[in-house]
């Protein structure tokens, strides 16, 4: 029935000064009382994922889906709605707010109008547990409605250590119950005891250690109220069942009935075994080792209590696990579930995450039942970490056809060792203009691609950083007529694609990054130098030895002989390193010094500067010949002077050009140039004389007048050259 309402007027909003689960809810105005349209659900509330694995954490509690008991009347209004702990925690105290005996109208006096349960965690401690409330001074679930004329709030608390075993209450029957049915007046909550026994689970004391009234129980004899009467307690009263939440019966100015959830209390333990296979580095657990974090499906285990699964320290063994007490560095508390997991969380230092991998139990999930302990397996598996190596021939190759050894070696960096059928390669590429020689066994060419399996075990290294087993391949390559001059890279790279694409995880490479590495090949080809002699007016059996010279070490040598009055003496080529500069150079017989002139040194390569040739890398594989051309000591020398005029006035300018040259065949180094000017010239005038000279020849330093006059000698006159001297004079009257 409904009862009718007048204080709609006076009617206030409640305010949200606490939380209902991780729902919402939208406030509207209904028979007297604010309803949340959204929000509520008669029956457990409904966690968002992100809290699903909080909500497993802890000792906590089944409960059961329809409430027994009843304070007041089952009015079964549509905003009615169920408030329970969350998972995971127990009701420790109670607060509920009556109507006051005030109000207009005396059949609602003393009504219970608001009610609120606080909650707290059971957090085991090494020698027992401590409770941690959610909130002290908040409810942690508590009716949203909001009526008129409501009286102060009251609250009891257990004790330490104690949490609500079971739930009665008052409500008051009036006489007329068709007009007025029950409704709840107050709540009493039984307290009681909890300990830990030699197992390690939780209990509840049965002796009922305090029962607390929460409300008021309203006495006015004088007003003719109907009596309180007490309901319950309920839930029954064994070490293992207790209160998990009320039901609240809204009514039109209060709520009308009051009903208990009962469950029981839901514990398990939950914690890892680790064990190692093919796994050589640290395999310390627990602190700076190895630590798990326990999780529910992907989810880390943890609440605000605490209490967490993160970086717990995992059992060597499944035989550590003491199932009779709880291990605090080993174990979490968690509610009976499934697919409860783990995964390493801390590692030694050095150890990279993708150096193992995880499997076992702790990978795929477990369930737990009902106060068992147990741990999942996992198993860390140590993979290798396979890096190459080269080792590039010794010296640079001069020559085509010139093998040199190369080296491969591939190391094992990782964890865990390979096997012989594991598949691992490693493969060299080999330039273009180069080829590959002399395989070792288990290695073979397709095209440029120099292929050699590792059959060969490679153990782990000892320590993260260190090198465990190696293998080595050697082999030849050649350069090959028309390479040219450089340097060529050498890839190498371990071939992972067997072992890391089979069905095997235990065997794939971890470490991408090092499988490849790059070796050097230098071709850089010899110059050949010939050193050539050429007589050119010899006598027969005249000798002249021909060098090249490096570093005081002579290189070519060429010993000539002349058979005729005119030949050429040609030697045999000799290998010479590019990048290097050689002194040429002539010793003439001992009867021949003096005998002869020696032309300028001329080469066909290289770069030559004076008697020095200079080889650079742009010279190897060139052919150089070197010669030199010896003459006797022979020269034509001759000497012309013309004027620019055959008359001429006095006071006129003429201009005379003096022409000598050397036909040869020997220069005429030092000659001596000279001019004195006929009577009737004056020569002292301007221009001054001007000297010019052609093939290879050198004007005097000074052909002024005056030193023409006494002689001015040619430095250099080689064969083929010429000079000449243009000088101005005035014609006189004098002389004449």
């Not at 905003?79 to 059949?107: H, N």
């Not at 010139?402 to 390979?418: D, E, H, I, W, Y």
């Not at 007529?481 to 890279?489: K, Q």
């Amino acid at each position: 029935m409904t009862r009718p309402n007048p204080c709609l007027q006076g009617m206030k909003q409640i305010q949200d000064a606490g939380r209902f689960g991780p729902t919402s809810g939208v406030a509207m105005k209904r028979s007297g009382h604010l309803k949340w349209t959204a929000g509520f659900a008669a029956g457990l509330i409904a966690l968002a994922s992100a809290d699903l694995a909080s909500a497993q954490v802890g000792i906590g509690v089944t409960s059961a889906e329809t409430a027994q008991g009843t304070i007041g009347h089952n009015k079964q209004q549509a905003d009615s709605a169920a408030f329970r702990c969350p998972d995971g925690t127990v009701a420790i105290g109670l607060e509920a707010r009556d109507k006051t005996v005030s109000a207009p109208r005396r059949s609602t006096w003393g009504m219970t109008t608001y009610f609120g349960a606080y909650c707290a965690n059971i957090v085991p401690t090494p020698t027992g547990f401590n409770l941690v409330p959610l909130s002290t001074t908040t409810p942690s679930v508590f009716t949203r409605y909001a009526y008129n004329f409501q009286g102060p709030t009251i609250r009891q608390n257990c004790g330490t250590n104690q949490i609500i075993h079971r739930v009665g209450g008052w409500d008051r029957d009036w006489d007329d119950s068709t007009q007025y049915p029950a409704w709840a007046s107050a709540l009493t909550m039984v307290c009681d005891n909890i300990t830990i026994n030699a197992s390690g689970w939780v209990r509840i004391a049965t002796a009922g250690t305090s029962k607390q009234l929460v409300g008021v129980i309203e006495a006015r004899p004088s007003l003719l109220l109907p009596p309180h009467e007490e309901r319950g307690p309920y839930c029954d009263n064994t070490s293992t069942s207790l209160v998990t939440g009320l039901y609240a019966q809204s009514g039109g100015e209060g709520i009308d009935g009051i009903n208990v959830f009962c469950g029981g209390l839901a514990q398990a333990r939950f914690s890892s075994v680790l064990t190692f296979t093919d796994f050589a580095w640290n395999k310390t657990l627990g602190g700076s080792g190895w630590t798990t974090d326990l999780r529910l499906n992907t989810t880390l285990l943890s609440n605000t209590a605490g209490m967490s699964g993160q970086a717990r320290t995992p059992y060597a063994s499944a035989s550590d696990n003491n199932v009779n007490a709880y291990s605090v560095p080993h174990e979490v508390y968690v509610l009976p579930n499934s697919n409860y997991r783990a995964v390493v969380n801390g590692r030694p230092t050095g150890v990279p995450a993708n150096s193992f991998i995880q499997r076992g139990t702790c990978t795929t999930g477990i369930t737990l039942a009902n106060e068992q302990d147990a741990a999942c397996a996992l198993e860390v598996v140590g993979l290798p970490d396979l890096t190459p190596t080269v080792t590039s021939p010794p010296a640079t190759y001069v020559q085509y056809g010139q093998a040199q050894p190369v080296t491969v070696t591939v190391a094992n960096l990782g964890p865990g060792a390979t096997a012989a059928n594991d598949g691992f390669t490693v493969q060299t590429t080999v330039p273009a203009g180069w080829s590959a020689s002399n395989l070792p066994t288990g290695c073979s060419l397709s095209g440029a691609l120099v292929t050699c399996a590792i059959t060969t075990v490679l153990n782990a290294a000892a320590q993260p950083g260190q090198t465990g087993g190696t293998v080595s391949f050697t082999f030849n390559l050649t350069p090959n007529s028309p390479t040219v001059n450089g340097t060529y890279n050498l890839p190498v790279r371990v071939n992972t694609d067997v072992p890391n694409g089979d069905s095997d995880p235990t065997n794939n490479d971890y470490n991408a990054a090092n499988n490849e590495a790059t070796g050097q090949l230098r071709l850089l080809l010899n110059a050949r130098l010939n050193l050539s002699k050429v007589w050119a007016d010899a006598n027969v059996g005249d000798t002249a030895r021909l060098t090249a010279t490096r570093d005081s070490t002579v290189a070519v040598t060429l010993d000539a002989v002349a058979n005729t009055a005119s030949e050429t003496d040609t030697g045999a080529f000799a290998n010479l390193a590019p990048s290097s500069t050689y002194v040429l150079a002539e010793v003439l017989g001992a009867s021949n010094v003096g005998a002869y002139n020696a032309s300028a040194w001329t080469c066909t390569g290289g770069t030559l500067t004076g008697n020095q040739l200079t080889l650079s890398n742009a010279d190897s594989g060139k052919d150089i010949t070197c010669s030199i051309t010896n003459s006797r000591q022979v020269a034509d020398v001759r000497v012309i002077k013309v004027a620019d005029r055959a008359t001429v006035r006095s006071g006129e300018l003429i201009t005379w050009t003096i022409t000598a040259t050397n036909a040869g065949p020997n220069a005429a180094n030092g000659a001596v140039l000279s001019d004195t000017p006929g009577a009737g010239l004056d020569c002292n005038v301007p221009p001054p004389p001007v000297c010019t000279s052609t093939g290879g020849a050198s004007c005097p330093t000074n052909v002024s007048v005056s030193a023409l006059a006494t002689g001015v000698p040619v430095g250099t006159f080689p064969p083929n050259s010429s000079i000449t001297v243009t000088l101005t004079c005035r014609a006189t009257a004098d002389g004449i």
